[in-house]
């Protein structure tokens, strides 16, 4: 058993696999799940509304009577007595409003899976930027690794060469001020590291391991227009405030319904029994149809439906803003993309120069027309050059996935993420229609 953990540890984890582990045990996810788990439950507490209601109700004690007529005393009775009554009441019309609360929790329950669904696109963006930093800056650890001990070695040949005079002591001054920077900034991409390794832990659930690095995404539109088209349409941030945007007309007219007359059935039956002289015992059943008719609410409802109505058109306005939101956020991840690729190119080629410039500067140093001072400086384009590539890349797979999170194509089945998805519909299919039970699902 401990002969498998080495093999375990050594093997390198792909960004799938990191997200797949995101998408699994997340406490940003798991929480989202609860909390659309506990709206589902709007919809059977909504039903309700067509059910009827059962009331049990029982009393018993002692009762102590005394009756007089004309002064004078003519009953006086002190005995036990004990009832139990069952009342039954069957709503027949409430003014439409179980209808609309209905439709109200069913708009809503839609709205929570898409928020459901961005809160996890978010989660999983999160992850893949965390999964690209600690690659990005383990990356320039090493390369900063490498500056410091190719610094230390221009040290020791300048501290060389000075001592047979061919070198001033001012180029052992500049070699080691370059040294001590380079120290400076290698302690600093660790701190870069080790915060960006915590923050893969948060996210993804477990320590960085040996990272695969992430390859350039291909399922993404063809083109900025084709992509703000798809982000319209799949967006869960717009398919939410759409869905909000329904409850709210349904709550209107759920508030309304305070205005009309209900209907209902009442049954009740009832038993009573007096110990005594003489027991008494009676009983009763009865059956008959009520109405309520509302006359006036001290306008109450009236400020309760126009208040509805404000909110209602709150949200188409809120509606409207998320799209425009949505919009600048696929524009910009477009953009951004576009930038990133390009700049791989360019940083690409810049670093081939630079290293072909390193070599040339070395080799004339050597020769003495070149000063060490000139050495160094063509180690740090090389370096600086190697650092920006080292961010292009990492810039250009995260606005790929940000490109994919704004176009509501950031999740499991898009990604074919190797893990089982999670489907809220069937906590939603099993509790829509239940009318008994405490027990439901809890992640504790």
């Known amino acids: 058993m401990m002969s498998a953990a ?52 029982g009393d018993a004690g002692p009762v102590y009577q005394r009756d007089h007529v004309d002064g004078s005393e003519i009953i006086k009775d002190n005995r036990e007595t004990a009832g139990v009554s069952i009342e039954l009441n069957q709503p027949i019309f409430r003014g439409f409003r179980t209808i609309n609360e209905t439709k109200r929790a069913e708009s809503n329950v839609e709205a929570g899976r898409q928020n459901l669904s961005a809160v996890t696109q978010q989660v999983l963006f999160d992850a893949s930027t965390a999964f690209m930093n600690v690659i990005r800056d383990r990356q320039i650890v090493n390369l900063r690794k490498k500056n410091v001990a190719f610094l230390r070695e221009e040290l020791r040949a300048a501290e060389a060469r000075f001592k047979v005079g061919e ?49 350039i995404l291909h399922r993404l539109p063809r083109d900025l227009n084709r992509a703000i088209g798809i982000a319209e349409q799949a967006n869960p941030n717009v398919l939410a405030a759409l869905n909000l945007e329904d409850a709210s007309l349904h709550n209107t007219e759920a508030v309304k319904g305070n205005l009309l007359p209900t209907v209902s059935v009442v049954g009740r039956w009832a038993y009573r029994t007096r110990a005594g002289i003489g027991s008494l015992h009676s009983e009763d059943a009865t059956i008959f149809g009520a109405i309520t008719v509302p006359l006036y609410q001290a306008g109450q409802v009236y400020s309760d439906v126009r208040e509805a109505k404000q909110l209602s058109s709150q949200q188409r306005l809120l509606t409207l803003d998320v799209r425009r939101q949505v919009r600048e956020g ?24 630079n290293e072909f410039a390193l070599e040339g500067v070395k080799q004339e140093a050597l020769v003495g027309s070149r000063t060490t001072l000139d050495v160094l400086d063509a180690e740090q384009e090389l370096l600086d050059s190697q650092v920006a590539l080292v961010q292009a890349r990492r810039d250009s797979i995260v606005a790929a996935y940000a490109l994919l999170a704004a176009i509501g194509r950031l999740n499991a089945q898009d990604l074919k993420l190797p893990v089982e998805t999670y489907d809220p519909a069937e906590h939603y299919s099993a509790t829509r229609d239940r009318l008994f039970g405490t027990d439901t699902e809890t992640i504790d």
Not at 44 to 50: I, N
Not at 190 to 215: C, F, M, W
């Open 6 to 57: 080495p093999l375990t540890t050594a093997k390198a984890e792909t960004l799938a696999e990191a997200l797949a582990s995101a998408y699994r045990d997340n406490p940003a996810v798991l929480a989202e799940r609860a909390r659309q788990r506990a709206t589902d439950e709007q919809v059977p507490q909504a039903l309700s509304g067509w059910r009827p209601t059962i009331i049990a109700n």
């Open 167 to 215: 070198i001033t002591r001012t180029d052992v001054s500049q070699a080691k001020a370059r040294l001590s920077g380079g120290i400076s900034d290698l302690s600093t991409a660790r701190s870069d590291l080790r915060t960006s390794a915590a923050n893969y832990v948060r996210l993804i659930g477990h320590e960085p391991r040996k990272l695969t690095q992430a390859k």
């Open 330 to 353: 696929v524009v910009s991840a477009w953009h951004i993309l576009i930038a990133a690729r390009q700049t791989i190119k360019s940083f690409s080629d810049q670093v081939s120069a």
